[in-house]
């Protein structure tokens, strides 16, 4: 049988875009895992099913992108969904995940929440749109990145469009909130089968009606202030403003009691933590010099901030750890 040379440049991935497609598929079987590992009975299923629904919200959002001309993946990839590959929206639905389980634990006030989960998304996408979309390879001919953006921007941060890093914001923010208030539905109906369908169906299609709603056009551009799209000065405003409410958010309540475990809150501290320190290694061995700065910059302050709360936990379970070993103790003497 005669394999057409075209068909063998389509099935050929580079080795980094491979290893990111199966460090992706790892990280999402992880989140899997932790979710049904948690004492959560009577709604782990319902947990499952809106990590699943991130990455069907993620897939709608990234495929009109692509249809909308904003920006283009490599069909060279191991599995596609649509014009996107399924390791994009992967790394999303955990980045969501880890961000999530992040602010519930520490138990910040419901309506704080979709910002805190924003805010880390943005901080996560700092270190991996630099490193990947320089992570460039000559695929059947052409020289693509993991993933191109169609238009020639002049308005960067770190070779990135400003209002990349605002959508990353929103595109968090938005599936945080929806899924919130269907939590609160489901719970008010007294986990209702039909209350929890509709609210896993519902809050995938209404995030991505948000996303390409005319308020989100006016969150990231200030249009119609500014009528044209792409304008530097209205881009980096809207990036600032959510950037500086996110900080005055955690910074009032940063004196959250810190409940949170090495071990059993893994999800919080993992994902990041393996996140970053795989766009470093590829930043740095790829020598992807416009990636540096941001890559230990960003990773540093997220990594560091999760670390500040950890370290805020351990008297508690260190305590916790003596007063069960004294209880043990005591009924083993009498």
Not at 252 to 257: E, F, G, I, L, V
Request: aromatic fraction near 18%; charged fraction near 15%.
């Amino acid at each position: 049988m005669n394999y057409r040379p075209e068909i063998l440049d389509y099935l050929s991935t580079p080795v980094t875009w491979a290893i990111a497609e199966f460090l992706a598929v790892i990280l999402f079987f992880y989140c899997l895992a932790d979710i049904l590992k948690r004492g959560e009975d009577n709604i782990r299923m319902w947990r499952v099913f809106e990590l699943i629904g991130f990455v069907v919200y993620a897939g709608i959002f990234e495929n009109i992108g692509v249809l909308g001309n904003t920006y283009n993946y490599s069909l060279d990839r191991l599995v596609m969904v649509g014009t996107v590959p399924l390791s994009i929206l992967l790394f999303e639905a955990v980045i969501f995940y880890s961000a999530l389980r992040f602010a519930e634990q520490l138990k910040f006030p419901k309506w704080t929440i979709p910002i805190v989960v924003g805010f880390l998304g943005v901080l996560q996408d700092l270190t991996i749109d630099p490193a990947a979309v320089f992570d460039v390879h000559i695929v059947a001919g052409v020289m693509e990145g993991r993933w191109n953006w169609t238009t020639h921007y002049t308005n960067m941060l770190f070779g990135i469009p400003f209002f990349n890093f605002t959508g990353w914001f929103f595109l968090m923010f938005y599936y945080t909130a929806l899924i919130q208030w269907g939590r609160y539905l489901f719970k008010k109906s007294g986990y209702k089968n039909n209350i929890g369908i509709a609210y896993i169906i519902i809050s995938p299609i209404a995030g991505v009606l948000l996303i390409i709603s005319p308020i989100n056009r006016f969150l990231l551009f200030l249009n119609p202030i500014y009528p044209l799209f792409l304008n530097r000065t209205a881009e980096i405003v809207m990036l600032s403003f959510v950037l500086i409410v996110s900080l005055v958010i955690l910074i009032k309540y940063r004196k959250r009691s810190a409940m949170i475990s090495v071990k059993n809150d893994a999800a919080i501290w993992v994902i990041p933590l393996i996140l970053h320190t795989f766009d470093i290694i590829l930043a740095f061995s790829l020598k992807i010099t416009i990636a540096y700065i941001p890559v230990l910059l960003f990773a540093g302050i997220h990594l560091g901030y999760i670390t500040y709360y950890f370290v805020k936990s351990y008297p508690h379970f260190k305590n916790k750890t003596h007063i069960e070993q004294c209880k043990k103790s005591r009924s083993q003497v009498s």
